[in-house]
Nanobody
Framework: QVQLVESGGGLVQTGGSLRLTCTGS????????MGWFRQAPGKEREFVSA???????DHADSVRGRFSIIKDMSGPTMYLQMNMLEPEDTAVYYC????????????????WGHGTQVTVSS
């Protein structure tokens, strides 16, 4: 059974930074594109960032220039580096995998972690 585990969430002030971590099996990291999604209370799950098996990246317009997605095969580990955080970034952040290329549509991903809470105070 594929397991993805997120960590690194927490409470941070506006303008601060956090780095989220996603760990899982080496095969998942090697073969699949992976992504980060987030879901705020009362809202649908939305795309944040994605990275392909050969390290190509894509970001939502709302986070482009502030967030970076990084994959390190030595873990293997995937990171979401979040800078210049805003209250609108407050959400549960999920790691996802199981697509052949980066996807913005959550329903395309097969494997999901349980999420980590990020709260940005104003």
């Amino acid at each position: 059974q594929v397991q993805l585990v997120e960590s690194g969430g927490g409470l941070v002030q506006t303008g601060g930074s956090l780095r989220l971590t996603c760990t899982g099996s080496e095969n998942i990291f090697k073969v699949h594109a992976m992504g980060w999604f987030r879901q705020a209370p009362g809202k649908e799950r939305e795309f944040v960032s994605a990275i392909s098996s050969n390290y190509g990246t894509d970001h939502a317009d709302s986070v482009r220039g502030r967030f970076s997605i990084i994959k390190d095969m030595s873990g293997p580990t995937m990171y979401l580096q979040m800078n210049m955080l805003e209250p609108e970034d407050t959400a549960v952040y999920y790691c996802a995998a199981g697509v052949t290329m980066p996807e913005m549509r959550a329903l395309k991903y097969i494997y999901w972690g349980h999420g980590t809470q990020v709260t940005v105070s104003s």
